[in-house]
């Protein structure tokens, strides 16, 4: 049996464009999850920035630079010597995840956190038990960053596993594992290097379906209307308030008013075991008691006052 192809046929057969596709590197995450993953770590990389800053005493920048999914392999390979791994894990979520400092960031919050001007000096090839305590505490906090970054997609809980300087000692998933790659840019002071994730596809799949732009959006509107009530109940909160104890009043005619001095008595329309009135912002509140409490004068609060309704005096 033969075939044959008109010259139609080839024309457009050869006009598509044909892609390699590399299996042992298969692409697991959509595009509109790649932007969502993208959109909670850059606010991850704010949550950095202010928490170091206060810290580290010092100028401090750290920005998402890229979000990609690669191999585990290809992950292992491009870690620079004597950089500081944090293992972790973040229930419900199952597996191990990566932080990873490079060793110019890793050392120079050391020196910071230790005291020093933030100077990298010679990086030792074993860890001492100061540092160890230090880089502990450092991913104890990013951790708690990274849980609050992630909270509108799914409440995490992080734990530090385990630090390591030696990355064959990470054999949390196979080769060819496809992983996600968050690159945060950091810098502190003068010094420039950078801080990794390294989130397998295994341990990000049961939360896959809360990776989309409308999931992501709904979240963000729900966070931001909770967000918007705390800082107005806290910017209330901290709004200063008039507060005025009238003794009483009395209604006088102008020309006693002009011809007022020292040493005269003007008479006011309460009795002397009558309470005061409390006025906040001009408005009638309260009725208080005056009195002294220590050494100043004062007033104790009786009754209060409603809008439109009689004084209740308790």
């Known amino acids: 049996m033969e075939t044959n192809f008109s010259g139609s046929n080839t024309e457009a057969l050869s006009s598509k464009k044909i892609h390699t596709y590399d299996f042992k590197k298969a692409l697991r995450f959509s595009q509109d999850q790649i932007r969502t993953l993208s959109r909670i770590h850059e606010n991850f990389a704010r949550l950095l920035t202010s928490y170091f800053s206060t810290q580290l005493r010092t100028y401090v920048q750290i920005t998402a630079e890229k979000v990609e999914q690669v191999s585990y392999t ?5 870690i ?114 950078e801080i990794q994730l390294c989130l397998p596809h295994l341990v ?18 729900k966070a931001v209307e909770h967000e918007e009530v705390e800082v107005l109940e806290r910017r209330l909160h901290a709004t200063k308030m008039d507060v005025a104890a009238v003794l009483g009043e009395v209604a006088i005619d102008i020309k ?33 008691q005056p009195g002294i409490s220590k050494g100043r004068l004062a007033v104790q609060i009786t009754g209060l006052c409603v809008e439109g309704e009689v004084c209740d005096e308790g």
């Open 256 to 288: 006693d008013f002009l011809d007022l001095k020292k040493g005269d008595i003007l008479r006011l329309d309460e009795s002397i075991d009558a309470p005061v009135k409390l006025y906040i912002d001009q408005k009638q509140k309260f009725l208080a």
């Open 74 to 78: 290809d992950f292992l390979e491009n």
């Open 204 to 221: 990000l799949e049961q939360v896959l379906p809360k990776l989309s732009a409308r999931h992501w959006l709904a979240s963000q509107k």
């Open 80 to 193: 620079e010597k004597k950089s500081i791994l944090g293992v972790f894990e973040a229930s419900p979520l199952n597996g191990s995840m990566v932080m990873k400092f490079s060793p110019e960031v890793a050392y120079v919050m050391f020196d910071r956190l230790l005291g020093g001007q933030g100077n990298v000096g010679q990086k030792p090839s074993d860890l001492t038990e100061i540092e160890i305590s230090v880089i502990n505490r450092i991913f104890a906090q990013s951790l708690g960053c990274f849980q609050e970054a992630w909270t509108s997609v799914i409440e995490l809980t992080p734990e530090l596993k385990e630090v390591e300087v030696n990355p064959q000692f990470l054999p949390m998933a196979s080769p060819n594992e496809t992983v996600i790659i968050v690159k945060l840019q950091a810098k502190i002071g003068e010094t420039e290097g």
